[in-house]
């Protein structure tokens, strides 16, 4: 594509995200164009339903319910895919790039389910495809993966990528909520949709952390070798188990790298953060993430990881890179990046049960009565695993009791081995609830 | 320039930094080469003295005396000025320039004392400079400024942005120690010089901030206008006073933007952050900055701010951005950006007195009898200027006593007439200290 002096921009969908794309980038149009040394044309956006009422006022021309106008348009040259989804998204993403376009998107289903097509068509007809607004909203982690920290191999990013959990949990375990107030609070605010389940049972963390460890590392990681929990079991408990002992609870996404035994591992589930770590201090709707690489050593952004300002903030940012790119008249931005990386994750294996170790946190519903105790120490001692800090509570029901404990690091394997055993004691009267106590180091 | 296959890389200045960056582009090469579709050229390294010990060993062919064997080399693209210093450093610098090349520096005094030198001489000659490697070791901050949240005005940037500080205030605030032995240990660690003067009275800050205020704004503060105070004469009832209201003790670089009345302002001093902002939360030797965006909200990085490692990291993030340049063809990466904002920097002015507004802390020492408090508060009541939270002390020397408070918000300029009538007061026996209190708000 030959440098192209006025850069036309075409939108799909016209949601929050949208509206703050179109709104911001006509607010700061004369900045942004004597900064880049370019005319902006925002050209077209494309709409399911024309009358619905939105805050932004499109002009009636600009405005269409056909997305190929936008799309085919030789003028556009960046299409903004905002439609959510992944079936007609894949469709409109594949006829853009096959034309050659920059597609920037914020759909993180869609680079999840689609990566390899898409990127595919992007080797092929030279276009690109960024995805900044896929992960954490407004905090630019995708290009500090990419760029800023390129020196680096990382062995470690652990973050915070979903804000209704966070905002549910700070809300429990600073304000003494439930988790059911919490929610409902969250959904009242706007924070939660009216069904939560994507969000506070760990869906769409996956398919953050799953592009970020594929940035990061060049490998997919399978769905069947993913943990990959909620924050529905969190009860009063656990929560003062964290207040007393220093911690904070939080919803992670946790990748780990090794790199001379060659394994990864990705992780999604609520855990206890030492309230020293920089994380336990992102709260509310914010995200954070902590890249620990073996250069720079441990780096933390932290933000608005939602809001259709804030994801505009980083489509936007996406569209800066490609003018950049499209007036150097350079053909892509970093496909080949990608692509070898992709090659080196070939290599890369998941890791297994025993490779995977941390403390834990157990939550034990017991019968009250002599012996009982022994019974269940008796089990930990049998595999080795030793018990760190104990809380236990009379039951408000007469012959039922509550233990809480943490242990110190032990894998996986172990912990699902000493889980079985005391699933089988008479005395443990409801399903053990876990939870894993983050450390960096481990 | 033609798009060159084989990048060549040269290296001013074998310190810490330069180490860093030959061992781990050593390290990386075969893995950056498959990634950037490029080879790389490790190709010489000038130092000052050839026999003095480093921990990493250079051929012989690769290290020369003679600085200009590494400017001059036409197969040298990338130059890394990493000797420091403003005055050698200039020369190269502009040598280096004015033969088109891209130079990468780590050097704040020189960029802040001869910022426009050098860009004139990157417009004139097509070359690069760039620093990201200036300002906060390993966070990539300037990228995220300049690029992933390029849709953004930054109201607010505040940072900490000096680990040697940042590792003092931690100590004394956290283990009770005294700034003095704080300081010895800081040197004892390496973490601070011999002459510690640069790090702990707050010209490294200034420089760095200056730096961050310029990129986002297009405006040098000027150092007259700009307050900068260091951490010398914090005492032990400041961290009491902290410790009992719920803050941490910071050493700050605040800049304020206000865009309709069209002002700037830059302060660089220690303060009081409230430990629910997350910048209270980054301790020791790190370094940490919030900006606020008008379309993204607080972001924050924060991380290791300085060392060997975490510097090379940044300036390797710079190597790589040059390559991606100079292998598209781009003739420039930014230049005309920073170009345009300086325009817009023109029309902007510092903040006067009236307009700079914080809560203040005040630590008083006083005579110790009847009338002293009346005749302190009678100051504040007559400028008005509420006082929000008071602790007073005996002092072991009877006959006097020390007396610590907050304020609401208040003007720079209030303040300092309140401050000026404290000092003529015969019961007031030291010169009056005080620290801001750090309001994200304010």
């Known amino acids: 594509m030959n440098a192209p002096r006025t850069i036309g921009i075409g939108i799909l969908g016209l949601g929050t995200v949208g509206q703050g794309v179109w709104k911001h980038l006509s607010d700061k149009k004369t900045d942004l164009e004597s900064r880049l ?6 050209r077209k956006v494309a709409v399911r339903d024309l009358k ?5 006022k499109i002009p009636k021309g600009k405005i269409t319910k056909n997305p190929f106008e936008v799309i085919d348009d030789p003028a556009v040259h960046v299409v903004c895919e905002l439609i959510g989804g992944t079936t007609k998204a894949r469709e409109f993403t594949l006829r853009a790039l096959k034309l050659g376009k920059v597609v920037v998107s914020a759909n993180k289903a869609l680079l999840c389910e689609h990566g390899p097509e898409i990127f595919d068509a992007v080797r092929k007809h030279g276009g690109q495809f960024l995805f900044e607004a896929s992960v954490a909203g407004g905090i630019p982690i995708i290009k500090a993966i990419r760029e800023g920290l390129a020196a680096n191999r990382f062995e470690l990013i652990v973050g915070i990528l979903n804000g209704t959990c966070n905002h549910i949990l700070t809300r429990m375990g600073e304000d003494g909520l439930t988790f059911a107030d919490a929610l409902k609070e969250a959904q009242e605010l706007g924070y939660a949709e009216a069904d939560p389940t994507l969000d506070i ?7 953050k952390a799953s592009i970020l460890a594929w940035l990061a590392h060049g490998k997919w990681a399978p769905r069947k070798q993913t943990l990959v929990e909620g924050i529905r ?17 939080k919803h ?7 790199f001379k035994k060659g394994w990864m591992t990705l992780g999604v589930y609520p855990a206890l953060v030492p309230n020293r770590d920089i994380l336990a201090r992102v709260s509310g709707v914010n995200n954070g993430i902590t890249l620990r690489g073996d250069v720079v050593g441990a780096t933390t952004l932290a933000g608005r990881g939602a809001g259709g300002d804030a994801t505009a903030s980083a489509v936007i940012g996406d569209i800066v890179d490609a003018i950049a790119a499209l007036t150097s008249g350079a053909p892509t931005l970093s496909g080949d990046n990608l692509d070898k990386r992709e090659k080196q994750g070939k290599a890369i294996r998941m890791a297994d049960l025993d490779e995977i170790i941390s403390p834990f946190y157990l939550r034990l519903s017991l019968l009250d009565k002599a012996g009982v105790s022994e019974g269940v120490y008796r089990i930990f001692s049998k ?9 236990q509570y009379e039951h408000p029901n007469k012959g039922r009791g509550t233990v809480t404990l943490s242990t110190y690091p032990v894998s996986e394997r172990k912990m699902g081995a000493v889980l079985k055993e005391l699933r089988q004691l008479k005395t443990v009267l409801e399903e053990p609830f876990i939870l894993r106590i983050f450390s960096p180091e481990s």
Chains 1, 2 share one sequence.
């Open 52 to 56: 619905k009422h939105r805050a932004v």
């Open 233 to 249: 079991n969190i009860g009063p408990a656990d929560i003062d188990f964290a207040r007393r002992f220093g911690f904070a609870l």
């Open 201 to 207: 049972d760990g869906i769409d963390v996956w398919h």
């Open 37 to 42: 040394g370019v005319k902006l044309d925002l």
């Open 383 to 391: 595999h080795k695993v030793s018990i760190a800090r104990v809380i």
């Open 252 to 258: 992670l996404a946790v990748i780990r790298r090794e």
